[in-house]
């Protein structure tokens, strides 16, 4: 494939219910720069599984998800849109990698020491070396950009270390990602506890998360509740973490400066700030759900586009793994 603009590749994974933090922080990026670069967008099933997934739910919500990504705006024309387990050098190359990565890097990653220690019964050795498939996902497109959300961080760096150990031991193969991270948007935390991550494994926590399809009166309802503090000035003060995430989310939609926002919400009490920030984001996500309703009932073009991205990625991935393993000495 002849590649004219800088190459971006994201991935998300297809569990629990994409919210407003994968939008903001992830996916409206990728929507944004559709035209700055040449984009492969994947669904990550294949690292749902480093935690126990149900079969069954899995799998739908694996479409679901490339049905939600359309709806926010993906475009099939711009992008390509596939399935990660449709293409089987994601988890080859992914070995290769991980017998070249030291397990000391592997130990130090934060998100592994989050998600063993709040189900420490369950720690499979694929959760351990979940970065090393991240970085086959990044790597075998020979991406130049990674849009994500801050917590993603520290695996990008580990992809960008993998890379430069190939090349040098092996010699010249794989591009050095960099990420991309937007200041506003890269870190959306819970309305019910603003000192922690909007997450989807919290989602069972009424008024943790704002789900992409959410009903409006569920939206309003979640943002009245949303934990602020009892200063009651409304201003971009880091320190106070609750009102500090709802303007963030304002800015987010609206794109003014901060100090417009402030002037604009200047006197007013937390009750006037939830209720704006409700109604942006209603009006934000409306076309969105709307969209996802009609897409999810549209099976066979939901195929068709899949079938098109995997072809697409299909062509890259071969070349880069065949590459790589031959570099590496195997037959
Ligand atoms: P995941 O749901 O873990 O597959 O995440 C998909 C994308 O959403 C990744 O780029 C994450 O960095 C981003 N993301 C997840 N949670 C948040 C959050 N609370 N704020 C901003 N970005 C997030
Ligand atoms: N690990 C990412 C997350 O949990 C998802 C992901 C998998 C990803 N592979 C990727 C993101 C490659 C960017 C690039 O959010």
Redesign the pocket.
Known sequence: MQQSKPRVF????P??N??????????KNWVDSQDSYENIFCV?NS?AITIPQDPKILHQKTYDLCAMLLACGINPQKSTLFIQSTIQEHTSLAWLLTCITPMGDLSRMTQFKDKSQKNPKNIFAGLFNYPNLMSADILLYKSNFV??????KQHIELARDTAMRFNRDFGETFVVPEPLILKE??????LDDPSK????SSSDKPNH?IALIDAPEVIVKKFKKATTDSEGIIAFDKKRAGVYNLLNIYQCFTKESQEAIEAEFFGLGYGKLKERVAEVVVEGLRPIRESYEKLINQKDYLHKILEEGEKCAREIATATYKEAKEKMGLV
């Not at 991550?197 to 989807?200: C, F, I, N, Q, V």
């Open positions: 994201s991935g998300i994974q569990t629990g994409i919210h407003l933090g994968n939008y903001l922080g992830a996916v990550v690292h849009p994500v959300g801050e917590d993603q948007g890269a870190r959306i935390m819970g991550k909007m997450s989807k998360s």
